[in-house]
Structures are given as structure tokens and as C-alpha cells.
């Protein structure tokens, strides 16, 4: 029997990372308690390589390769194997690093492997035909994990403590179900997050490398349904636009951003709109509103009661407040906001009045009363500097 196991030694400048890594793992950062382990004991476990081609290609040690590079070792163990395909090559990739610590977002590009793979050997399995399998019965291999000839057990040793990795899935159960028992998660949650690769892999096309990543630490920290939620969401270009152009640095405080400037030119903290008698919420309220805060879609709007003459605050979804005629404010009113906002800063004022100013700013500054109120504070103030003075 041949043995596979047979260990040679190699430059590690001499050895390409297989594109299968690269693409699921990533130039991997090095591991500081690997980087001493090797250092101290050099590399106890064999990198791992395909010479299916001309190029030496590593299906399992790049990090190992990447250390030893950076701590200057000359020649490093390997195991060579010719692997009878690239197929093979993926899934002694994907089966070697079963037990690799890994971000959520990896586990996806493995399940999107494993699914590739997994229709691969249906479809090979297919045109197989019935009659060959039937020749032998008692040999008769289901799937690629009973294949003993696809690559040797034995290299997986030092990775999968010398065992394959089990076929879990019930006979008959779909390809999402095999792939999420493959990642541990269930099939409805695989299927729910493949948009999730799709739209990554779609901004880094574009260039957009930002905006991939800040939704990998998105998922990473949310899980996968957010995420699947903020892709179906008509702003999700606007929330991703945000972290591109450096306007927020991460997408959950975009989507703040995003759910407190709700269409800026007509919804915003400050706008007056003009409510109609079916739209009030009181038919006692005077019929301009002012909108003093959003959050979440949802305005917060100010009006006066004409019955008392006190504000009082209504909440509104922005999108009803679309349909209304917006207001502006006069000169005669801005120049009356102003007057309020330099005696809310005066230094004589007191609790009282900033608490009524607070309230009058957030009103429409219209009315006689208002008027009356602003005097009020500003009389108030000149008399106390007229007594000081």
C-alpha cells in the first residue's frame, strides 16, 4: 500500500495557496500563539499540498506557510498528494478546516461550497446510470463521503482525527438541508442568507470593499436575519452609501442615519406642515404642526390646543406627513425663533423660562400667545439687568 503520509520538505516561498482558501479564508492574519508554538517547536503538522498541477498548491496550511515565511525557516514539512480533481482538491479544503475558528460570514462561503459541490456529485451520481450501479450492489457508493479512493483518509489525520466528514443528511433531504448541517445552521436559515454572499460579492465588483466588509461585522454581530431584512429594504442602498462615503462607520449607525433623515427635503426636525380637519388628531388643535423629532419612521408633531392654548405632541409615520402641503416660516416668524433661541442661551435665564422657550421652539411661533410668552421672558430678563444695572 502506498503511503501517503511520506514527508518531504519544501521552500514555502516555493508553495501557491490553493484559490479555494483564499476566497473562504482570506489572507488569514497570523495567530500569535501559532507564531510561538512554531517558533519554539517549529511545524509539528505537515502542510498539505496538491501536485494535481505543475504549480504546488496548498489545500491545508497557509497559515503555517505565512508563519514560517515571517520567521525566516528555509524548508518546511509537506505531504504531497496528486488529488484526481479539483473537486477533490475543494473538499479536502472544506473538510480540513471543518473545525477552523471562523467569522459567520465564512461559514456562508462554505455552504456555498459545499452546495456547488454537493450538486456536482448529484449530477455525476445521475449520469451514472442504474445499470453500473447495479453490477455491484455491495459496493455501491451513495455519495463522495463513502469514496474511499477520492482522496486517503489518512490526510486527514492531523485535522479530523483520522475520520471523513460524516454524511449527516437523511437520504432524500434537499441540498439547503445537507449544506446547513455541513455549516450547523438549519436549511431555511442557509436559504434565507445566500442574498447575503450575493450582495457581498456583488460590491466587490464594483469596488465597493467597504461596504462588503462593514456587512460581514453586520452579520457577524446581528446574526443573518437583520441582515436578510436590511437587504429587502428599499433604503438599503442609502444605508450602504452612508458607510461607503464615511458618513457613518458602521451599518447599524447608518441605519440610524438613515430612519432619522427620512426624505431630508420634505421630512425633517423643524418642518411645518398644514394638517387637514380628517388628519388632526384633535378638532381643537390649530391646523399647522411642527415636527420636533424622528425616530424610526415616525415624526413627532407639535400643535396648539386653540381651547387652552398649550402644545401638545402627536406622532405621525413620516410617510403620511408626504401627502401634506409643507409650510414655511415667514421672516416676521424666523425672526422671532431668533429672539427665542438668544434669550434660551442668556445667562440671567432662568429654569422657567428655558422651559418655556423649549416649548414655544418647538411650536409654529404664530400666534398672538406665543408672541405674548417671548415678551414675557425677554421683560422678565431686562428687568432683573435694569434691577442689577
Same mark, same amino acid.
Given at each position: 500500500?502506498?503511503?501517503?503520509?511520506?514527508?518531504?520538505?519544501?521552500?514555502?516561498?516555493?508553495?501557491?495557496?490553493?484559490?479555494?482558501? &483564499?476566497?473562504?479564508?482570506?489572507?488569514?492574519?497570523?495567530?500569535?500563539?501559532?507564531?510561538?508554538?512554531?517558533?519554539?517547536?517549529?511545524?509539528? #503538522?505537515?502542510?498539505?499540498?496538491?501536485?494535481?498541477?505543475?504549480?504546488?498548491?496548498?489545500?491545508?496550511?497557509?497559515?503555517?506557510?505565512?508563519?514560517?515565511?515571517?520567521?525566516?525557516?528555509?524548508?518546511?514539512?509537506?505531504?504531497?498528494?496528486?488529488?484526481?480533481?479539483?473537486? *477533490?482538491?475543494?473538499? $479536502?479544503?472544506?473538510?480540513?478546516? =471543518?473545525?477552523?475558528?471562523?467569522?459567520?460570514?465564512?461559514?456562508?462561503?462554505?455552504?456555498?461550497?459545499?452546495?456547488?459541490?454537493?450538486?456536482?456529485?448529484? *449530477?455525476?451520481?445521475?449520469?451514472?446510470? &442504474?445499470?453500473?450501479? +447495479?453490477?455491484?450492489?455491495?459496493?455501491?457508493?451513495?455519495?463522495?463521503?463513502?469514496?474511499?479512493?477520492?482522496?486517503?483518509?489518512?490526510?486527514?489525520?492531523?485535522?479530523?482525527?483520522?475520520?471523513?466528514?460524516?454524511?449527516?443528511?437523511?437520504?432524500?433531504?434537499?441540498?439547503?438541508?445537507?449544506?446547513?448541517?455541513?455549516?450547523?445552521?438549519?436549511?431555511?436559515?442557509?436559504? =434565507?442568507?445566500?442574498?447575503?454572499?450575493?450582495?457581498?460579492?456583488? %460590491?466587490?465588483?464594483?469596488?465597493?470593499?467597504?461596504?462588503? &466588509? @462593514?456587512?460581514? #461585522?453586520?452579520?457577524?454581530?446581528?446574526?443573518?436575519?437583520?441582515?436578510?431584512?436590511?437587504?429587502?429594504?428599499?433604503?438599503?442602498?442609502? #444605508?450602504?452609501?452612508?458607510?461607503?462615503?464615511?458618513?457613518?462607520?458602521?451599518?447599524?449607525?447608518?441605519?440610524?442615519?438613515?430612519? %432619522? #433623515?427620512?426624505?431630508?427635503?420634505?421630512?425633517?426636525?423643524?418642518?411645518?406642515?398644514?394638517?387637514?380637519?380628517?388628519? %388632526?388628531?384633535?378638532?381643537?388643535?390649530?391646523? @399647522?404642526?411642527?415636527?420636533?423629532?424622528?425616530?424610526? *419612521?415616525?415624526?413627532?408633531?407639535?400643535?396648539?390646543?386653540? =381651547?387652552?392654548?398649550?402644545?401638545?405632541?402627536?406622532?405621525?409615520?413620516?410617510?403620511? &406627513?408626504?401627502?401634506?402641503?409643507?409650510?414655511?416660516?415667514?421672516?416676521?416668524?424666523?425672526?422671532?425663533?431668533?429672539?427665542?433661541?438668544?434669550? $434660551?442661551?442668556?445667562?440671567?435665564?432662568?429654569?422657567?423660562?428655558?422651559?418655556?422657550?423649549?416649548?414655544?421652539?418647538?411650536?409654529?411661533?404664530?400666534?398672538?400667545?406665543?408672541?405674548? +410668552?417671548?415678551?414675557?421672558?425677554? +421683560?422678565?430678563?431686562?428687568?432683573?439687568?435694569?434691577? =442689577?444695572?
Amino acid at each position: 500500500m502506498k503511503n501517503y503520509t511520506e514527508v518531504k520538505y519544501f521552500n514555502p516561498n516555493n508553495l501557491s495557496l490553493h484559490t479555494e482558501l &483564499l476566497r473562504i479564508y482570506g489572507d488569514s492574519a497570523i495567530t500569535h500563539d501559532l507564531q510561538l508554538d512554531i517558533e519554539k517547536n517549529g511545524i509539528m #503538522v505537515p502542510i498539505v499540498v496538491s501536485t494535481r498541477t505543475p504549480i504546488f498548491t496548498i489545500v491545508s496550511g497557509g497559515r503555517r506557510r505565512q508563519i514560517a515565511i515571517a520567521l525566516g525557516i528555509e524548508l518546511v514539512p509537506v505531504i504531497c498528494y496528486s488529488f484526481p480533481s479539483e473537486e *477533490a482538491e475543494k473538499h $479536502f479544503i472544506l473538510s480540513a478546516n =471543518r473545525d477552523r475558528p471562523k467569522t459567520k460570514y465564512q461559514k456562508l462561503l462554505e455552504g456555498r461550497a459545499w452546495e456547488l459541490l454537493e450538486k456536482q456529485f448529484s *449530477a455525476a451520481r445521475r449520469q451514472s446510470g &442504474l445499470k453500473e450501479r +447495479w453490477k455491484n450492489k455491495d459496493a455501491e457508493k451513495s455519495n463522495i463521503d463513502d469514496e474511499h479512493d477520492y482522496y486517503p483518509v489518512v490526510l486527514l489525520d492531523d485535522y479530523r482525527l483520522g475520520t471523513r466528514v460524516p454524511n449527516q443528511s437523511k437520504s432524500g433531504s434537499k441540498t439547503v438541508d445537507k449544506v446547513g448541517e455541513r455549516i450547523g445552521i438549519s436549511g431555511k436559515s442557509y436559504q =434565507r442568507a445566500k442574498p447575503i454572499i450575493d450582495k457581498c460579492e456583488k %460590491l466587490r465588483s464594483e469596488g465597493r470593499n467597504i461596504e462588503a &466588509l @462593514s456587512l460581514e #461585522v453586520y452579520l457577524e454581530s446581528v446574526g443573518i436575519n437583520p441582515v436578510a431584512k436590511l437587504l429587502k429594504a428599499p433604503n438599503c442602498d442609502e #444605508v450602504l452609501d452612508l458607510v461607503g462615503n464615511g458618513t457613518a462607520k458602521t451599518i447599524k449607525e447608518a441605519i440610524l442615519m438613515a430612519s %432619522l #433623515v427620512q426624505r431630508p427635503s420634505a421630512v425633517v426636525e423643524g418642518a411645518i406642515f398644514y394638517f387637514p380637519d380628517h388628519m %388632526l388628531r384633535k378638532p381643537t388643535y390649530v391646523h @399647522s404642526g411642527r415636527v420636533v423629532r424622528i425616530a424610526n *419612521a415616525v415624526a413627532t408633531v407639535v400643535f396648539r390646543d386653540k =381651547r387652552d392654548g398649550y402644545l401638545y405632541e402627536q406622532q405621525y409615520k413620516c410617510d403620511e &406627513l408626504l401627502t401634506l402641503e409643507k409650510e414655511g416660516e415667514t421672516r416676521n416668524q424666523m425672526r422671532l425663533r431668533d429672539r427665542m433661541n438668544k434669550l $434660551f442661551a442668556h445667562e440671567k435665564a432662568t429654569q422657567i423660562d428655558r422651559h418655556v422657550l423649549n416649548l414655544l421652539l418647538g411650536a409654529v411661533v404664530s400666534t398672538p400667545l406665543e408672541m405674548e +410668552w417671548v415678551q414675557l421672558v425677554e +421683560w422678565r430678563i431686562e428687568g432683573e439687568e435694569i434691577k =442689577r444695572g
